[in-house]
């Protein structure tokens, strides 16, 4: 009854920890966790154009349209901003970072985009999202640069700052630059786009891209080889049209939800294209000068897109041996128990009761002094204190020598009235005492104190 308790206390405990978790908000009116209560990038529209030109450090511009799906839990803790991350990140010794250039929110309903203003500063009090007196509130953007230090206010994303959002759809459009998407090295040059990565691609429904190469610097189809990455297909259909944007050739595929699907290796979805031979550096004449600027790299390059390619296969070769590795073991488990337990029963001799009793489970050993004191005085406590264990005494004693039980009349049979208790221990100037068994149930019918054993 005791472990029931516990059971319970814990269960209610653990109850009030999750609603506090899920439905109490913290100072700043965020939940720390709540499935209820979220704001996720579900739609992307992608379109980059590669720029190489003096001082562009391998830069393309980009242009996102972004559809959130924002719910909110109450009324009373809206959502006043959104974000999508820009992560920054140093390749051999060059730093892929981003300049925003425009942020704006698109309506479906046909009315003309609202140009969000850039933020002078990020928002972190409470009245920031809501006052405009002060030159902020919401309807602006503000992109928090890298590296990523929380402690120093710096995120790695552009935030864009609304008017409380309940339950709504929205989209917004943002452009911006990235530095440092295309590389050189002696043998090769490559355009690396992270597209998106992270946990968030798991809310994805539908993800489509455009990769423009201007003509002039785009690598003849012998000279080049492009390739993408992600989702549980290892990778997904690209195509390829000198007719969508005229005057550029275009790299283009589109996601729906069937093929948004992802396991924990695989949350990122990447576009690479390496230019070589003749044409190896033909879109990256103003590349930034790396710490491998002089170096061949595209054998290594190769390694890199097989081991990668090999990640798929090996991870399922790793999900049939975790199988199979953790079968064994639990066939195992129930064997050795068994075998350990026929041991056990072949090393000792183990006897069974002719009686079953009802009762009690064993017979008391250790605690006989205990149980001594509550029998010697019985009178003094109530029934509760020892429950039904007064059986249990009677049987222990028993079994030591110190009392028999005999039959009151010897003709009938034994019931709790034809029991008498014979105490065979007999101390000095004490008398043979006789006892019914069924006055220990009964404090009034109980012998007197002076005649006690």
């Not at 009116?29 to 001082?55: C, K, L, Q």
């Not at 809501?130 to 953007?141: D, E, F, I, K």
């Not at 785009?218 to 005057?247: K, Q, W």
């Not at 183990?350 to 005085?377: E, G, H, V, W």
């Amino acid at each position: 009854m005791q472990k029931f308790k516990g059971l319970i206390i814990f269960a209610i405990i653990a109850v009030i920890i999750l609603c506090m978790i899920m439905f109490i908000p913290r100072e700043d009116g965020s939940y720390m966790w709540n499935p209820f209560h979220f704001a996720r990038i579900t739609d992307v529209e992608y379109r980059a154009v590669v720029v190489d030109e003096p001082g562009g450090y391998g830069q393309i511009i980009v242009t996102e349209r972004l559809t959130f799906d924002v719910q909110a839990f109450s009324r009373n803790n809206l959502f006043w901003e959104l974000w999508r991350a820009l992560p920054e990140q140093y390749i051999d010794g060059v730093r892929v970072e981003y300049s925003v250039n425009s942020v704006r929110q698109i309506f479906d309903d046909g009315r003309e985009p609202v140009i969000f203003p850039e933020s002078p500063q990020l928002y972190w009090l409470a009245s920031d999202f809501v006052n405009t007196a002060g030159g902020l509130g919401p309807g602006q953007w503000y992109h928090s640069e890298g590296p990523y230090n929380p402690q120093r206010r710096q995120f790695e994303c552009v935030l864009f700052y609304v008017d409380g959002l309940f339950r709504e759809t929205v989209t917004f459009e943002i452009e911006y630059v990235m530095y440092n998407a295309a590389m050189r090295w002696a043998d090769v040059s490559e355009l690396h786009l992270p597209l998106f990565s992270g946990s968030d691609v798991n809310h994805l429904r539908s993800y489509s891209a455009q990769i423009l190469f201007p003509e002039d610097i785009m690598p003849r189809s012998e000279n080049f080889d492009a390739f993408t990455f992600g989702t549980n297909a290892n990778g997904f259909p690209l195509g390829e049209s000198t007719t969508i944007n005229p005057g550029y050739h275009t790299f283009y595929f589109e996601l729906n939800r069937s093929q948004l699907r992802f396991r924990p290796y695989n949350q990122y979805i990447e576009f690479l294209l390496l230019s070589h031979g003749e044409d190896r550096h033909i879109f990256t004449q103003y590349a930034s000068i790396n710490n491998y600027f002089y170096d061949d790299a595209l054998d290594e390059i190769m390694r890199e897109i097989a081991a990668y390619e090999a990640l798929h296969v090996n991870a399922g070769v790793n999900k049939v041996s975790t199988l199979i590795v953790f079968s064994i073991i639990a066939l195992l488990i129930p064997a050795i128990v068994f075998l350990a337990s026929k041991a056990t029963n072949k090393k000792y001799n183990f006897y069974t009761p002719s009686m079953q009793i009802d009762l009690f489970r064993d017979i008391p050993s250790k605690l006989d002094p205990n149980f001594a004191s509550t029998l010697a005085f019985c009178k003094h406590k109530s029934k509760l204190d020892i429950q039904n264990g007064y059986s249990s005494i009677i049987l222990s004693l028993a079994c030591k020598g110190y009392i028999e039980l005999e039959k009151i009349i010897s003709s009938s049979n034994w019931d709790f009235e034809n029991v008498k208790i014979l105490i065979k221990h007999r101390p000095k100037n004490r008398k043979h005492i006789m006892l019914p068994a069924h006055s220990l149930c009964n404090h009034k019918r109980m012998y007197p104190m002076n005649n006690k054993p």
